[in-house]
């Protein structure tokens, strides 16, 4: 009969892990697979605050998808999906005139930000998305150094604002930190007069999280100079900087929303029913109404045993992705799907390139131990990505 035809769209975590379980598991000739992704390259999302801040190239977060896909099992079109049809079980491209079709459709296009409709925001904020949104921080914060040596020294220059000190926020400002030294001696400013200021709407940065920890993380991050301002909404954003709940105005040159992320506007408008952008999936991550969709990652929604949703997280959306491929080759070969259990292993945050904070099983662990562990999770995702030749040409940038 005719093979059967896998698409995947999107080329993160989940879908990477969905196209690598093919290749490993698929004979040849026995299904036709088809990865989708705008750019030529698979980011690593976990690794965007280095780059964003400064403190490592973008080539450190970045693979090439044709070094680590094998083209006899694994066609990659390199294209930004435009629409999902799938009561058509149709897939359009913005460069392609015929759209592509499918016997089974797996969508991880991943996560937008989510600006809860802040006025302003979108306009002038800056996000920590993918690596073109990365270069365009770094770059302004140099130019504001920059422009503040050449120009009237105005303080607001030199102020940076994150705002959301979630675990993006937190990292990103964990960066900075490690930043600023090199940075102010580059452009011959007073290390003291650079702002860092993190705002924070809930009573406690890192809401949800283990308080021990959340307090070793502001401590550290206050001795390096960070100012948290927590309990305070931002309310708009404009070009001088932004305004909180109050109506105190914080001037910053540079605002960066770390505030929450929603599933990908294409979800919404493929016509399945959503939460903040995301499908609530099946058991086996199928978005409900059509068993030929899976859903994985940031764009779909799993719920534990409590009812509550599970954070997106790459940890997650990687064993989507590898549960996924392991369904459809059940599925191919006339076999039995498996649900989906989330095996929780732990979570890691870096407040810089030497220290972290975490939660292993049970156990908390922060500083040096934390940061190694973060730093060979890393290791450890390039090394299924490309095994050890990956490891070692980008581990170490
Ligand atoms: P993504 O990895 O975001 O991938 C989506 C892909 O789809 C991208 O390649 C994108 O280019 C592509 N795409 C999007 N739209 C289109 C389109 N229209 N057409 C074609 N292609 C498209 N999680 C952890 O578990 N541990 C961590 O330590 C951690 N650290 C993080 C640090 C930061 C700074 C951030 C921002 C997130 C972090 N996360 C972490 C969360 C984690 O990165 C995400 O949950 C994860 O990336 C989701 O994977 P995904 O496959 O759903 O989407
Ligand atoms: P988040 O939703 O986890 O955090 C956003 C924060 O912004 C929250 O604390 C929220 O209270 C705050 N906020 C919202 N509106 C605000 C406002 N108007 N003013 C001020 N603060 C406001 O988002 P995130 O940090 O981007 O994380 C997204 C997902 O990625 C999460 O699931 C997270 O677990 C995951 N992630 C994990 C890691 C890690 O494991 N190391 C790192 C980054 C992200």
Not at 17 to 26: A, D, F, H, P, Y
Not at 95 to 102: D, I, S, V
Not at 170 to 199: A, H, N, T, Y
Not at 336 to 362: C, E, V, Y
Request: some cysteine; proline content about 5%; hydrophobic content about 40%.
């Amino acid at each position: 009969g005719k093979k059967p035809k896998i698409v995947v769209l999107g080329a993160g975590y989940s879908g990477m892990m969905t196209v690598i379980g093919l290749q490993k598991q698929l004979q040849y000739n026995e299904a036709e697979v088809i990865l989708v992704n705008q750019h030529p390259y698979h980011y690593l999302t976990t690794k965007l605050h280095e780059p964003a801040a400064g403190t490592r190239h973008h080539e450190a977060a970045r693979v090439l998808i044709e070094d680590v896909i094998d083209p006899r099992k694994i066609t990659f079109i390199q294209d930004k999906v435009k629409e999902i049809r799938p009561k058509e079980r149709a897939v359009d491209l913005v460069n392609r005139e015929e759209p592509l079709t499918y016997d089974y459709l797996v969508i991880g296009l991943g996560s937008a930000p989510e600006t809860f409709g802040i006025r302003g925001l979108k306009e002038n904020a800056f996000f920590i998305r993918n690596i073109d949104s990365v270069r365009m921080i770094r770059e302004h914060i140099e130019y504001m150094f920059a422009k503040y040596r050449n120009e009237e020294q105005r303080d607001e220059y030199i102020t940076i604002v994150v705002g959301g000190a979630g675990f993006t926020g937190v990292e990103f400002v964990g960066e900075l930190v490690d930043r600023m030294p090199r940075l102010c001696r580059e452009f011959d400013i007073p290390r003291e007069k650079v702002r860092l200021i993190s705002i924070e709407a809930a009573p406690t940065v890192l809401p949800g999280f283990d308080p021990e920890l959340v307090q070793y993380a502001v401590e550290y991050l206050e001795k390096q100079g960070v100012e948290f301002r927590i309990n305070t909404p931002i309310e708009q954003c404009d070009e001088d900087g932004v305004i909180l709940k109050g109506g105190e105005e914080i001037k910053a040159a540079t605002v960066v929303w770390t505030g929450g992320v929603r599933g990908n506007h294409l979800i919404e408008e493929a016509g399945f029913e959503t939460m903040r952008g995301r499908v609530k999936v099946d058991e086996y991550l199928r978005a409900p109404g059509y068993e030929d969709v899976f859903v994985v990652g940031d764009c779909s929604l799993v719920f534990n045993d409590e009812g509550r949703p599970y954070p997106p997280t790459a940890q997650i959306a990687s064993q989507q992705g590898s549960k996924v491929a392991k369904n459809l080759i059940a599925l191919i070969r006339g076999g039995k799907m498996q649900p989906f259990r989330f095996d929780l292993k732990g979570t890691l945050a870096s407040l810089g390139r030497h220290n972290a904070i975490g939660i292993i099983g049970k156990r908390k662990v922060f500083g040096s131990t934390a940061s190694f562990l973060k730093w060979a999770n890393d290791l450890r995702w390039l090394y299924t990505l490309g095994g050890v030749p990956l490891v070692l040409r980008k581990g170490f940038i």
